[in-house]
Structures are given as structure tokens and as C-alpha cells.
């Protein structure tokens, strides 16, 4: 993620850092993430182990329902008792005091480490033996006071979603390929016997990638009931008529999030082809979508190449032939 973040990267950048390039083994750290978010917590708070566990154990429970796999090792303690909840065999009360011992074992000490190491901001301090939880900083509220704060949740909620699909489908990570219905923008995958699978909002996996900004003219996006964000294929949708490139369109490598001016507003987009320079921008997306691990990585990877030279010369050949049918190219206006 080390190109993600920017010179004097913001605090949303870290807490994207954390939620959409980690090497994931266990969902624990998006329960966290939705946690925290959901709480809205204040500086200086001192969340204990138990006011976390209620909302903490019911994020897990709920994505149990439909992905019963939550980490890639073969049994967690923590794990069956919410599943043993969600069965009805045990109580809340016991659920609650299962989560406080068991819950957060593998998850305070990790939330912050990214690739090799501790990012260099942290949203809360670990006072676990001191006071048996975590105490909030300034960092987390200030998260919470920008702009952006209301789209994280629905980021980790889709980025969840993804890892425990790539992991449920247990199959080789090469034919892991998620895709996009391009009638309701939904991500979807399709199982071992070719059974459609619904993933989430492509709207809310894309955002977080692009930092919340337009593709275009990096105007701030809400993914909040889809205020502002069209979902546009950036090779016009009128380029799958071109034989080398068909259907090709279609694939999430072509899909980025749009300010509804840009995207069809006067002097919009519409299906004119952008520019040389928002192909970089193009480019350095679709490599931030390969570095947040499966399953995005093995499905750009098929769609445009292994090696990062396979990729730029996948789409500057498409560029090229998209250059010769429209001829023009478009941009947007920057006030
Ligand atoms: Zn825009």
C-alpha cells in the first residue's frame, strides 16, 4: 500500500490502509473497523472489552449467516460459540463473555499493522491490561469529523464481504473471478457448479480505492444510497462492439466511480474516450486493486496480465485501438 498512501497521507488514507490492503486471515479486523464506526466513539473515550463485544459479536454473527468461513485456519473457539448463538444454543449473556475472552485476542494487537509493520497513526491505544479495553484517540474522531467518514462503513462492509467470498468459494485462486452486473451494479461471482453468487455493491467495494474522490475530477463521492456516484466504464461501454475489445469492457478494471457531472452532466464524459493522463490514473488504480488481495488481485490479474508490464501494455493496446475508433478524447473541466 506504500503508494497508496500519499506524501502526508490523511487519515482516511491509513484507515484504508488498513481495511483494503491487508493480507487478511480472519474477518476480525473489518468486525472491528464496523465496530468502531458504528459506535462513534469520542477522543479520550475508554471503550471496554465489554461495550465493544455486544456490537463486535453481532458483526460476526450476521455474516456467519451467509459465509460460514471467518478465517482461514481450520477452528476458532470464538467462532463456534457465535455460531453456537446463531443455533440457539447458548445465550446472549454467554455469547457477550465468550466475545470479551476470546474475541479480541488476535485483533487489538493487529489492527494497525499493514504489510510489514504498524502504520505510523493510531485510532485508539491498547489499555487492555491497564482497563481492560481501548482508549480512543484524536486520530479516530477526527476520522469520524471528515467528509468522508460516512462511506468507511459501507468500504468495510463490501471489502469483508469480498475476502470471506474468495474464501468460501475454496477454489483455486486463479478462477476466482468477480464481476460486475451492470443492471444493478452489483458484484457477483459465480460457485464450483456455476451458480450465481451475489458479493456486494460494486459502488461500495470501488470507492475506498479511489479515496472516496470522482475517477474524473476528484470530486469528494458519497456511496451513501448513492448520492453522487455513477459507476462508469471508463473505455466507453460502446468500445465492446470493436472485436479485440468486446466484452472485455465489462470487467472491473474498466469500472470507476464518476461525479454525476462528470459522467453525464453538461460537457459530461458520456462515451468519449478520457484522456492519456487519466489512463495513468487508470492504470495506478487498477494496481491498488491488485495489492488489496484476493479475491480483486486474481480477477484483475486474468483480466489484464500477471506482471505490472503485462497490465500497461494491456491497456495501452486497448488504448490504441479505442484511439482509432472515437478519435477524440475527453477530459474534464477543473474549475
Ligand atoms: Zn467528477
Request: charged fraction near 25%; aromatic fraction near 10%; hydrophobic fraction near 35%.
Amino acid at each position: 500500500m506504500s503508494d497508496f498512501l500519499t506524501k502526508e497521507p490523511s487519515l482516511e488514507e491509513y484507515w484504508r490502509g488498513i481495511i483494503l490492503f491487508g493480507r487478511n486471515v480472519a474477518s476480525y479486523k473489518f468486525a472491528l473497523a464496523k465496530t468502531l464506526l458504528e459506535l462513534k466513539p469520542e477522543s479520550g473515550q475508554l471503550l471496554k472489552l465489554s461495550d465493544i463485544a455486544p456490537i463486535f459479536a453481532s458483526n460476526i454473527v450476521q455474516h456467519l449467516k451467509h459465509s460460514p468461513k471467518q478465517t482461514t485456519s481450520l477452528s476458532s473457539k470464538f467462532l463456534k460459540t457465535c455460531q453456537a448463538f446463531s443455533e440457539n444454543e447458548i445465550d446472549h449473556q454467554t455469547l457477550i463473555e465468550s466475545t470479551v475472552r476470546l474475541g479480541f485476542n488476535n485483533v487489538i494487537d493487529a489492527f494497525h499493522i499493514v504489510g510489514s509493520g504498524e502504520i505510523n497513526r493510531k485510532f485508539y491505544i491498547d489499555e487492555r491490561s491497564a482497563n481492560d479495553g481501548i482508549r480512543i484517540t484524536d486520530e479516530f474522531s477526527m476520522l469520524l469529523g471528515n467528509k468522508q467518514s460516512s462511506n468507511l462503513i459501507f468500504e468495510a462492509e463490501a471489502r469483508w464481504r469480498l475476502v470471506e467470498t474468495a474464501w468460501e468459494l475454496n477454489i483455486s485462486r486463479n478462477l476466482i473471478a468477480i464481476n460486475n452486473d451492470s443492471s444493478t451494479n452489483e458484484l457477483f461471482t459465480l460457485d464450483k457448479s456455476k451458480k450465481r453468487k451475489a458479493v456486494t455493491s460494486s459502488r461500495h467495494a470501488l470507492n475506498g480505492y479511489q479515496k472516496g474522490k470522482c475517477f474524473y475530477c476528484d470530486t469528494d463521492i458519497s456511496i451513501q444510497e448513492n448520492l453522487n456516484a455513477d459507476v462508469d466504464h471508463f473505455f466507453p461501454h460502446k468500445l465492446k462492439f470493436v472485436p479485440e475489445i468486446g466484452d472485455l469492457v465489462d470487467g472491473i478494471w474498466n469500472l470507476v466511480l464518476s461525479c454525476i457531472d462528470c459522467n453525464r452532466g453538461f460537457n459530461g464524459k458520456f462515451d468519449k474516450l478520457p484522456s492519456l493522463n487519466l489512463l495513468v490514473k487508470l492504470s495506478n488504480r487498477n494496481e491498488y486493486l491488485i495489492k488489496s488481495h484476493h479475491p480483486l488481485r486474481e480477477t484483475l490479474i486474468s483480466q489484464t496480465g500477471t506482471l505490472h508490464e503485462d497490465r500497461s501494455s494491456f491497456l495501452n493496446k486497448i488504448y490504441q485501438k479505442s484511439l482509432s475508433v472515437t478519435f477524440h478524447t475527453w477530459e474534464p473541466k477543473l474549475n
